[in-house]
C-alpha cells in the first residue's frame, strides 16, 4: 500500500502488452544481432553497437525477473523514504518500461549502424580495456601507453558482458570487523579476497581498488563499546582511539601483503574511506552520536598548545573558564557533546572547527602511512571517497580540510553529483526553483557543483588523477528522474572529463548476474531499471575513450583566473560558499579558464599573467590577507570582504591597497557583464574566436567550451557542451576549418546544438 492506495499485480492487459513488447524486443535484438555481423565482416568499429546489445540482454533478464517477482520489487521500492511522493505507476509498469527502454537502445544502436554502413559515419574506435598493460601516470591512467579513463558501476557483476558494458575495473573491500579477537584477519574471508583479486587479474581488470570500510565486529563493540563514541555513518568508531588505530594497523598488516601479491602487475588503488563525515554541529549528520572522552582530552591539549594560558583564552573569548575542560561539553554526556551552530563567527567556533579538522586530517594521514607501509613495497596511490558537497556547502564542522586531503591524496575523490531538469528534487535539497536565479531557469542539468570541485582539484593538483567512486549523476537521496535520456548523460560525462575527471563508478547497478534488484538500496528511479541511461553511459565511456588524448589535452594544466578560498570565512560565514559559487558560475558564463587558490598557493601564481578574484570574505587570518596582499598582480573584490579576524574581532581598516577592480557582488548571471568588462582586456586571446548566440541571433550563455592545441597536429581542439535549457548556435570564423572529430567528418562554421549537445572539433587555418 502506498498513500492509502492498493497496488494490483500486473493485469490482464499488461500481461498482454508485456508479450507484445517480448516480441518486440526479440526481433528488434535479432536484427541488431545481424546487423552487427555484418559491420564486423566491413571490418567496421562495433563496440558501440556491442555495448547496446549488451545492456538490451542484460535488462532482457532484469525486466523479465522484475515481471516475475513483481512483490519483491515493491517491497525493495517501499524502502525509499519518499515512496509515498512516487507515481505508483512507476513501479507497476516497471517491468513494461524496461522493455520498452530496451526497444529504443536497439532503434538507436540500428540507427547509428546504418550511418556507418552507409559510410556516413565512422566513430573511432575505443582501446580495448581488457588487453595491455594499464598504469598510473600524470594526469591519466594509461594504457600501453595512451591515456584511458577506467569505468565500471557501484556494484557491478564480475562478468564479462557487465566489463564488455560498463568497463574493466576490479576492487575488494576490508575493514576491521574481519579481524579476529587476536588481531589477525580471518583466514577464510583473507583467502577468499586473494582468490577474487587473481581471478580479476586474470580478466586484466583493472585498477585494483580496496575500499576500507570502518565498522567494527560484534566482538569489538561487545568488548569496547566506548569506541562506538563519536561514530558517524559510514565511519562508526572513535577515530581518536588508540583502540582502532590498533586494528586498522592489524588489518593492513594482516591482509594488504598478500593481497598486493594477488594483484601481479596490475596497479591497485588504496580507497581508505567511503563518504567520510564527521559532523560535530547540533543538528547534524549523526553529530548525536557526540564524541569521546579521547576527543575532547585531545581538544583541550589543542587549546592549551594555542593558548598556553587559560588567561589567554578567556581575553579573546571573553570568558572566565578557571580550567581547560570547561571551554567547551563540560560535563555533558557523550551523545551532548555537540557545539551549537548559533556559535558560529565566535572564537570558540573556529576553534573547534580547526581542531576538528586537524584531528580528521592526522586520521587520514595515518590511514594512508598504513595502507602504503603494507602494500609490499608498491606504494599504491591513495584516495578519498569524499562527499560531493564538501566545496560547495555552507557547512564546516565535519572535519574536512579540502586543501589538506586534497594535497594527500595521490588520486583525488569524491563523489560528485549533477542532477536533470525535469527531476524530482526531495526536502531540503528542492532548488534550482527561482525564476530568475534558479538553475532549472536556466540549465539542462545541475552541473556547477561537479565543475566546480574538480576544478577547485585541479586547480591545486594539476597532474593528479580523479576518481569519483560513487557519482551520483543517475539519482540520489535528493533526487529522482524516471526516464533520463541519453543527451543528458552524454552531456554529463563528457562536462566531468573535460574539467579533469580521470576515473567514474557511478551510483548504481545493483542487479545481481540472475537480473534480481538487490535489497541493499531502493533502486527507485535509478539506474538498475533504464536501459536508456545505462546504453548511454556505456556507450559515452567508450566514446570518451576513443578520444581520451583529446579530453586530456582539453583540461587546463594552468589557470588564468583564480577565485581566493579563505578556510576562516568558509568556517566562520554561513553565505560564504554561496558567494564564490555564483562568482565561479559567472566566470563559467564567461568561458574563463577559471580555478581556485589558496593562502598557501600565493607564492606560486605569475603575477604578470594570473588574476585573484577575491569573492565575499568577511572573515580572515593576518596570515592569509598578508599573503593575498604580497601578490603583485591584479586582485578584484568582488563584494565586501576583510572585516573580521578568523575569531570574530574587527579587523582594523586596511585591505588591499590597489584593488585592480572592485565590483558589487550578485548573482551569476548579474555578474557576467560587469566580469566581462573588466576581466576581457586582460583574457589571454583564445585559440579560437567564438561567439555565441540564441535562435534569434542575440548574444547568449550557457555553452561550455574548452580549447587545447593538439599536439601532433598543432591544429586546434575545440569541445562544445550545451548546457542551456534552450538551443544554441556557434559561430566559428568562416576562414578556418572545421571538422567534427566525433562523427570524423567535416562541418559547417555555424553550429547549431540542442540542449545538452556535445561537439569535440579540430580547427585549422
Known amino acids: 500500500m502506498v498513500g492509502g492506495t492498493v497496488l494490483p499485480r500486473l493485469g490482464m492487459a499488461n500481461e498482454a502488452e508485456w508479450k507484445h513488447l517480448v516480441q518486440r524486443l526479440a526481433a528488434?535484438?535479432?536484427?541488431?544481432?545481424?546487423?552487427i555481423d555484418e559491420a564486423q565482416r566491413k571490418q567496421l568499429c562495433i563496440d558501440y553497437a556491442e555495448t547496446s546489445f549488451n545492456v538490451i540482454t542484460l535488462f532482457q533478464q532484469a525486466a523479465q525477473h522484475d515481471h516475475d517477482h513483481m512483490d519483491r520489487v515493491r517491497e525493495i521500492f517501499k524502502t525509499y523514504g519518499r515512496y509515498p511522493k512516487i507515481d505508483p505507476v512507476h513501479t507497476e509498469r516497471l517491468p513494461l518500461t524496461e522493455l520498452e527502454g530496451c526497444i529504443d537502445v536497439a532503434e538507436s544502436a540500428m540507427a547509428e549502424l546504418e550511418l556507418q554502413l552507409?559510410?556516413?559515419?565512422?566513430?573511432?574506435?575505443p582501446p580495448d580495456l581488457g588487453q595491455g598493460q594499464m598504469e598510473l601516470a600524470p594526469f591519466a591512467y594509461r594504457l600501453d601507453g595512451k591515456p584511458v579513463f577506467p569505468s565500471s558501476l557501484v556494484w557491478a557483476p564480475e562478468t564479462d558482458i557487465h566489463r564488455q558494458a560498463f568497463g574493466h575495473m576490479g576492487g575488494g573491500y576490508l575493514q576491521i570487523s574481519q579481524l579476529e579477537p587476536d588481531g589477525t584477519p580471518d583466514p577464510r574471508n583473507l583467502q577468499r579476497s586473494i582468490e577474487r583479486t587473481r581471478e580479476q587479474v586474470e580478466k586484466n581488470v583493472a585498477p585494483i581498488v580496496y575500499?576500507?570500510?570502518h565498522s567494527p565486529g560484534k566482538w569489538q563493540q561487545e568488548k569496547h563499546p566506548e569506541i562506538l563514541h563519536g561514530g558517524r555513518n559510514f565511519?562508526?568508531?572513535?577515530?581518536?582511539?588508540?583502540?582502532?588505530?590498533?586494528?586498522?594497523?592489524?588489518l593492513c598488516e594482516g591482509m594488504l601483503p598478500a593481497l598486493s601479491k594477488a594483484c601481479g602487475d596490475q596497479p591497485m588503488m588504496h580507497l581508505v574511506a567511503n563518504e567520510p563525515h564527521f559532523a560535530t554541529a547540533k543538528g547534524g549528520w549523526k553529530a548525536s552520536n557526540g564524541l569521546s572522552d579521547i576527543t575532547l582530552e585531545k581538544f583541550h591539549r589543542w587549546l592549551e598548545a594555542k593558548y598556553e594560558s587559560i588567561a589567554a583564552l578567556n581575553q579573546v573569548y571573553g570568558t572566565s573558564h578557571s580550567g581547560w575542560d570547561e571551554v567547551l561539553f563540560h560535563n555533558q554526556p557523550v551523545g551532548n557533546r555537540q557545539i551549537d551552530p548559533r556559535l558560529r563567527g565566535t572564537p570558540v567556533w573556529y576553534d573547534w572547527n580547526r581542531f576538528n579538522q586537524e584531528r580528521v586530517s592526522d586520521w587520514f594521514t595515518y590511514l594512508k602511512e598504513q595502507s602504503q607501509a603494507n602494500d609490499a613495497g608498491r606504494k599504491a596511490p591513495m584516495s578519498i571517497k569524499m562527499l560531493g558537497f564538501t566545496l560547495s556547502r555552507n557547512t564546516r564542522d565535519g572535519g574536512m580540510d579540502i586543501e589538506y586531503l586534497t594535497k594527500l591524496q595521490d588520486v583525488m575523490g569524491a563523489d560528485l553529483r549533477v542532477a536533470p531538469s525535469g527531476a524530482q528534487f526531495f526536502g531540503k535539497h528542492e532548488e534550482g526553483m527561482d525564476p530568475e536565479t534558479g538553475w532549472q531557469a536556466h540549465y539542462a542539468y545541475d552541473w556547477s557543483e561537479q565543475s566546480m570541485y574538480l576544478d577547485f582539484s585541479k586547480s591545486l593538483c594539476p597532474e593528479k588523477v580523479f576518481y569519483d567512486s560513487e557519482w551520483h549523476g543517475f539519482g540520489a537521496v535528493s533526487w529522482r528522474h524516471f526516464g533520463m535520456g541519453r543527451a543528458y548523460v552524454r552531456s554529463a560525462l563528457w562536462l566531468a572529463f573535460t574539467h579533469g575527471m580521470g576515473v567514474i563508478k557511478p551510483w548504481l547497478w545493483g542487479r545481481g548476474e540472475d537480473g534480481a534488484l538487490s535489497s541493499k538500496t531502493d533502486h527507485v528511479g535509478e539506474l538498475a531499471t533504464q536501459p536508456i541511461a545505462v546504453d548511454a553511459f556505456g556507450r559515452t565511456m567508450k566514446e570518451l575513450n576513443a578520444h581520451a588524448e583529446h579530453v586530456v589535452a582539453l583540461v587546463p594544466a594552468r589557470r588564468d583566473f583564480l577565485i581566493y578560498y579563505c578556510e576562516e570565512s568558509a568556517i566562520q560565514d554561513e553565505g560564504y560558499t554561496a558567494g564564490f559559487k555564483e562568482l565561479y558560475e559567472a566566470l563559467k558564463l564567461l568561458n574563463l579558464n577559471v580555478g581556485f587558490t589558496t593562502p598557501n598557493e600565493m607564492g606560486r601564481l605569475d603575477a604578470a599573467t594570473q588574476t585573484v578574484l577575491v569573492p565575499p570574505t568577511p572573515f580572515i587570518s593576518t596570515n592569509s590577507l598578508e599573503r593575498l596582499k604580497a601578490f603583485k598582480g591584479r586582485v578584484v573584490l568582488v563584494g565586501?570582504?576583510?572585516?573580521?579576524?578568523?575569531?570574530?574581532?574587527?579587523?582594523?581598516?586596511?585591505?588591499?591597497?590597489?584593488?585592480?577592480?572592485?565590483?558589487?557582488?550578485?548573482?551569476?548571471?548579474?555578474?557576467?557583464?560587469?566580469?566581462?568588462?573588466?576581466?576581457?582586456?586582460?583574457?589571454?586571446?583564445?585559440?579560437v574566436a567564438v561567439a555565441v548566440t540564441d535562435k534569434g541571433g542575440r548574444k547568449a550563455v550557457g555553452v561550455a567550451m574548452g580549447q587545447a592545441t593538439d599536439a601532433k597536429s598543432g591544429n586546434m581542439l575545440l569541445v562544445l557542451n550545451n548546457l542551456g535549457k534552450d538551443p544554441r548556435v556557434v559561430s566559428i570564423d568562416p576562414d578556418l576549418k572545421v571538422a567534427d572529430l566525433i562523427h570524423h567528418r567535416k562541418i559547417q562554421n555555424r553550429i547549431k546544438l540542442q540542449p545538452c549537445d556535445v561537439r569535440l572539433l579540430m580547427v585549422a587555418m
Request: cysteine-free; aromatic content about 6%.
Open 118 to 125: 552507409a559510410r556516413k559515419a565512422r566513430p573511432a574506435a
Open 235 to 250: 565511519t562508526q568508531y572513535d577515530i581518536d582511539s588508540p583502540l582502532v588505530r590498533g586494528w586498522i594497523k592489524n
Open 28 to 35: 528488434k535484438k535479432e536484427r541488431l544481432a545481424s546487423m
Open 640 to 687: 565586501e570582504s576583510f572585516g573580521k579576524n578568523e575569531v570574530g574581532a574587527p579587523r582594523a581598516a586596511g585591505g588591499i591597497p590597489a584593488p585592480f577592480a572592485t565590483l558589487k557582488h550578485d548573482h551569476s548571471f548579474a555578474l557576467v557583464q560587469p566580469l566581462e568588462t573588466v576581466l576581457s582586456p586582460v583574457a589571454p586571446k583564445p585559440l
Open 211 to 213: 575500499l576500507m570500510g
